[in-house]
């Protein structure tokens, strides 16, 4: 069947240091890949899309890799703050190229610690 | 620009009664997909609409509908309601070219007591 899994359901971190989360699908071939923040009581906010003939894709203090060979994508956050703390998902392409209807994975908390 | 708004922000309902939520896209957005978030769990896809058509629908009950109207706003209508219908509903919208993600509204949390 297919499945998206994001490793782990909860990351704490120390303040400054690099935040790294994976994500892993199996059995879709996705023409793109994107990563989503989601505070509580609010709905996901749309952060980078990567797409499948790219191997990187940064913004700010964030970065993305997507190994389609994998079938594994991580999410890096440099220099992490306390405001980074959030729920983090991935997100793939499953109707198709080109539909635009997303999966989501179940998610990473980050906890980032002062 | 405004965001993609839903309404109401919560709304209680009985078990057995009738749920109707509601969603306006970005100005220029046709596409609207409806999500729902259970405690606990991950966004489980319910529909999409495009240009006023329903294009597909994740696996839940027929209970769950919705339509989308010529302004492309849409309506997400729960029938029979049931317990373990308790959950944010999320709504968003696209920008039909490649590179953009989903706009989210900040949901509808529905209870069903």
């Known amino acids: 069947s297919q499945k998206i899994e994001q490793n782990s359901e909860a990351l704490n971190i120390q303040e400054g240091k690099t935040a790294t989360l994976t994500c892993n699908y199996t059995n879709y071939s996705p023409a793109y890949l994107q990563w989503y923040r989601q505070d509580p009581g609010r709905g996901p906010v749309f952060l980078l899309l990567?797409?499948?003939?790219?191997k990187e894709k940064r913004k700010e203090r964030l970065k993305v890799t997507f190994d389609t060979t994998l079938k594994q994508s991580l999410f890096h956050i440099t220099a992490s703050q306390p405001a980074d703390s959030a729920t983090y998902l991935c997100?793939?392409?499953?109707?198709?190229?080109?539909?635009?209807?997303?999966?989501f994975g179940k998610g990473t908390k980050l906890s980032v610690i002062p | 620009e405004a965001g993609v708004t839903q309404s109401p922000t919560h709304l209680i309902k009985t078990r057995g009664q009738q749920a109707t939520l509601r969603c306006s896209p970005i100005?220029?957005?046709?596409?609207v997909y409806w999500y729902q978030q259970a405690l606990g769990l991950g966004l489980q896809f319910l529909l999409w609409?495009?240009?006023?058509?329903?294009?597909n629908r994740g696996n839940f009950p027929p209970r769950f509908s919705g339509r989308q109207f010529p302004n492309y706003s849409s309506e997400l209508n729960v029938n029979a309601l049931e317990l373990e219908d308790s959950a944010l509903y999320l709504c968003a919208s696209r920008y039909n070219r490649v590179g953009y993600g989903y706009t989210f509204g900040s949901g509808t949390r529905l209870t069903v007591v």
């Open positions: 100005s220029g957005h046709t596409s």
């Open positions: 609409y495009d240009e006023g058509e329903e294009r």
């Open positions: 997100a793939l392409d499953t109707s198709g190229a080109g539909s635009y209807q997303l999966t």
């Open positions: 990567i797409r499948e003939n790219e």
